[in-house]
């Protein structure tokens, strides 16, 4: 439970898939949460009707009150938000930032010298709680500060913990992720129409399926080539179909996929002149 206020900086779907988890969890009761926005006061008005949070006067206000601020604006509009309301903060205070691709230290050189400047990077799974994030602290994190940080974001799923450097990587493989998995899906949809099943049937076969190996692979803690050889008895059906996949490269494709798309997050970290809200997307 946390004593303090908790301010966001951004008032869009993740901001409100983090509100949800926070209450759900009991963090934070709706009194201590404050919304703000660049100008949609319509959005702000539903989320305090909705959750019976508080809205404030001005950004400015929302970080002279909060022990935790939230930036959930898209990473093109840093920028702005921190030349707004960067000399507001207060040392000690702590500055999540969910902005995919922007750097604590570039947070770090537009707020008050002193600020806990912590970074995450979740996927789109926050929007159910079973977000897979990871973050990293910036100059002025303390221990305190990250398992404050990793409460909050624990009330959308699970967390882990990188050095800044592999923040990258992480883009590549659980940013990314839910969209090879959605691709995955699709695959396997089609696959069982075109072996003869309804579409209805296919698609709820599959959800299931994929549903169930990530519960068994949570459930167990085992490991998935374990899991894998368990259900393969040689010369059946799933032997012959692991074999096509081997065969056509299944592997080293996700791996090169995920090196490429870690590559990109770097790349576009690294561009000024291509807008930093492509990354992770
Ligand atoms: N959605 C996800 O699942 C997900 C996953 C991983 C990371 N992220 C990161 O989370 C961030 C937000 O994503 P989102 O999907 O929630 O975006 P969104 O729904 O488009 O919301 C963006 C919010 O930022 C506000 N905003 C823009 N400029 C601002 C400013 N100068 N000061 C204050 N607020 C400002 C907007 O206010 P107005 O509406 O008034 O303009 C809006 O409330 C992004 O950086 C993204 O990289 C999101």
């Known amino acids: ?129 079973e977000s897979a994030t990871a973050i990293c602290g910036g100059r002025f994190a303390t221990p305190e500060a990250m398992d404050l940080v990793t409460a909050i974001l624990g009330s959308v799923g699970q967390v882990c913990t990188v050095p800044e450097e592999q923040m990258d990587a992480v883009t590549g493989l659980s940013g990314s992720g839910p969209a090879y998995i959605y691709l995955l899906v699709e695959a396997m949809i089609e696959a069982g129409e075109a072996v003869g099943l309804s579409p209805e049937v296919a698609r709820a076969l599959t959800l299931q399926t994929v549903k169930g190996a990530a519960m068994t692979l949570a459930a167990t803690g085992a490991d998935p080539a374990e899991l894998r050889e368990q259900v393969t008895s040689p010369g059946g059906t799933t032997a012959a179909g692991l074999q096509v996949l081997r065969e056509a490269g299944f592997t080293q494709a996700l791996v090169r996929a995920i090196a490429r798309a870690t590559e990109r997050s770097r790349e576009l970290g690294q561009a000024p002149a291509v807008p930093a809200s492509e990354v992770g997307d």
């Open 1 to 129: 439970m946390l004593t303090g206020n908790v301010g966001f900086l951004g008032a869009g779907a993740i901001a409100e898939a983090l509100i949800r988890g926070m209450l759900n969890a009991g963090i934070v009761r709706p009194e201590q949460v404050l919304v703000s926005n660049r100008s949609d006061r319509e959005r702000l008005a539903y989320l305090a009707r909705r959750y019976g949070l508080r809205t404030a006067g001005s950004k400015g206000s929302v970080v002279d009150v909060c022990q935790v601020l939230v930036v959930a604006c898209k990473p093109k509009d840093v920028g702005g938000l921190l030349a707004e309301v960067g000399g507001r903060f207060r040392q000690g205070q702590i500055l999540l930032s969910l902005a995919a691709g922007i750097t604590t230290r570039y947070i770090e050189e537009r707020v008050t010298p002193g600020v806990v400047v912590i970074r995450a990077m979740p996927n789109t799974s926050c929007q159910v709680g």
